[in-house]
């Protein structure tokens, strides 16, 4: 694997480095001892999987709140999204800020995302499937989010969603949870 830290310390890209023969190729997709040897969180526990069935769906921003924060690593196994992490530990220096990259079944790339980031995506095509490894059981009642559209981060998606839960349109807003 080819891990490149994103401009957001602790959150990294995650490529495959394929071997390949007249078959296709095999890659791993993910070792516990490299991603011990980088630090890169606890093991992966749990494995889930989000369908999608019409582009422009938008899920997020979520995330796990204490004592349940989450170390995921998402990819993107059919279709296309644009995956998107916001930093939101108070102290750090790049608060607030957020990265985004492309995930498709054809760049077959990762994204490893530490506790401290709110994380989210939009679908880039019709049905788009997204696997999930995550380091703890989900716990509804640590869930948490912000809005998609939340003017403290400035997050410049593609365009506006054409399908978005009820729960996700209607998180806070970042300033008004202080």
């Given at each position: 694997m080819i891990?490149?830290?994103?401009?957001?310390?602790?959150?990294?890209?995650?490529?495959?480095?394929?071997?390949?023969?007249?078959?296709?190729?095999?890659?791993?997709?993910?070792?516990?001892?490299?991603?011990?040897?980088?630090?890169?969180?606890?093991?992966?526990?749990?494995?889930?999987?989000?369908?999608?069935?019409?582009?422009?769906?938008?899920?997020?921003?979520?995330?796990?709140?204490?004592?349940?924060e989450e170390?995921?690593?998402?990819?993107?196994?059919?279709?296309?999204?644009?995956?998107?992490?916001?930093?939101?530990?108070?102290?750090?220096?790049?608060?607030?800020?957020?990265?985004?990259?492309?995930?498709?079944?054809?760049?077959?790339?990762?994204?490893?995302?530490?506790?401290?980031?709110?994380?989210?995506?939009?679908?880039l095509s019709?049905?788009?499937?997204?696997?999930?490894?995550?380091?703890?059981?989900?716990?509804?009642?640590?869930?948490?989010?912000?809005?998609?559209?939340?003017?403290?981060?400035?997050?410049?998606?593609?365009?506006?969603?054409?399908?978005?839960?009820?729960?996700?349109?209607?998180?806070?807003?970042?300033?008004?949870?202080?």
């Amino acid at each position: 694997m080819i891990f490149t830290e994103s401009p957001l310390p602790g959150a990294f890209l995650v490529e495959l480095e394929l071997l390949t023969d007249d078959r296709g190729f095999f890659a791993r997709a993910y070792c516990l001892d490299e991603f011990a040897a980088l630090g890169l969180g606890t093991p992966l526990r749990q494995c889930s999987v989000s369908y999608n069935a019409r582009q422009g769906t938008l899920r997020g921003l979520h995330y796990q709140a204490a004592p349940h924060e989450e170390h995921k690593l998402v990819r993107c196994t059919a279709g296309a999204i644009f995956d998107v992490i916001v930093d939101i530990r108070p102290h750090s220096p790049h608060y607030r800020r957020w990265f985004g990259t492309d995930l498709s079944a054809q760049n077959r790339r990762a994204l490893f995302i530490p506790p401290g980031f709110a994380h989210g995506f939009m679908t880039l095509s019709n049905d788009a499937e997204v696997y999930y490894m995550i380091s703890v059981p989900y716990s509804p009642a640590h869930a948490r989010g912000f809005r998609w559209s939340d003017p403290a981060f400035g997050i410049q998606w593609p365009s506006s969603p054409s399908v978005i839960s009820a729960r996700d349109a209607a998180y806070p807003l970042l300033d008004s949870t202080a």
